[in-house]
């Protein structure tokens, strides 16, 4: 399939499995941070081509920490996909975000500390707006989209992201909640910032699995609970997806495609040349 991909989706590998889904194929790209977690599958749904990434490898085996994830979005890149949605597991940090709904946050902070953040550094000094970390009109399509499939879904919140890939403690889950934070992962950073530097739009689909350990009334998170309530919504994640397709316009009216126009600080000719051979696929349309 040689049609470029009018949305790209980052979660579990067990999400693929759609009965509508058709013309299957994959593609494994050799970025310049390396391969993505996974093979690309790309196919069809209601005759319009998608690509699918499994963050965590097929199987599972990559831990938050230890994905790739400026291989995952540079190979979505690659393939031409300007929007991408990212379908994660999360812990409620709210009372009414119960286990079971699903969240499309609109803010996000990044307490990981073990990850590369950026594409840009070896000579060329980048820094890019993130003041509204996923786009507002793709995130607002998939609210609406989320909301078709008779589910309990929220608009807006706050998401941090830790490390991982232990669960919080008890004080640090009420920390966060001190902080104002609604949700908590491990894997939306740096997935957001870097689709941002590749200037792709990027929504998150936030699937509470739990209320984190910091309820008192409630048992705290396991594996097993994780598990369970991601098999549960499988199918209105699928649901979701294919009329998100459905209902995609043409054009976009965010600014998500121009992010790098004013953030390249470095002047022109001081630029390194090889990190700007590395990185053609992006600055291509500023440096030519």
């Known amino acids: 399939m040689n049609e470029k991909p009018v ?9 693929y499995d759609f009965p509508s889904l058709e013309e299957t194929s994959q593609v494994n790209p050799l970025t310049p941070f390396g391969y993505p977690s996974a093979p690309l599958v790309v196919g069809k749904l209601n005759g319009k081509p998608v ?18 994830y400026r291989a995952n979005i540079w190979a979505m ?8 949605i990212g379908v994660s ?4 940090l709210r009372e009414d975000f119960a286990p079971g709904n699903i969240v499309i946050p609109d803010q996000l902070f990044d307490h990981t500390h073990h990850r590369a953040r950026s ?18 009109t793709l995130s607002r399509i998939l609210f609406q989209a989320v909301s078709s499939c008779d589910c309990t879904v929220h608009s807006g919140g706050a998401m941090i992201t830790i490390e991982g890939p232990r669960f919080s403690t008890k004080i640090e889950s009420n920390v966060y909640r001190a902080w104002g934070m609604s949700l908590i992962g491990m894997t939306t950073s740096p997935e957001a910032f870097l689709a941002r530097e590749a200037e792709i739009c990027y929504a ?29 919504n499988t199918e209105i994640a699928q649901r979701s997806i294919t009329s998100l397709v459905d209902n995609l316009p043409a ?6 495609r121009n992010a790098l126009e004013n953030a390249i600080i ?17 600055l291509d349309k500023y440096l030519k």
Do not use: Q
């Not at 690509?51 to 790739?68: D, K, M, Q």
């Not at 054009?251 to 998500?256: I, K, L, R, S």
């Open 51 to 68: 690509a699918f990434l499994a963050r965590h490898g097929v199987g599972h085996t990559i831990s938050p920490t230890e994905v790739n």
């Open 89 to 92: 597991a999360c812990g409620s």
């Open 266 to 282: 470095t002047n022109r000719s001081a630029i390194n040349p090889t990190t700007a051979d590395k990185l053609n696929l992006l």
């Open 204 to 232: 998150v689909m936030a699937h509470v699995t739990d209320y984190d350990v910091w309820h008192i009334s409630e048992e705290v998170v396991s594996v097993e609970m994780v598990v369970k309530t991601l098999l549960k």
């Open 119 to 136: 594409y840009f550094g070896e000579g060329i000094v980048v820094h890019i707006s993130t003041a509204y970390p996923f786009c507002p």
């Open 7 to 15: 949305l790209g989706v980052i979660g579990g590998s067990g999400l």
């Open 251 to 256: 054009e976009t009216d965010c600014n998500c």
């Open 77 to 84: 890149k690659m393939l031409g996909v300007d929007r991408i």
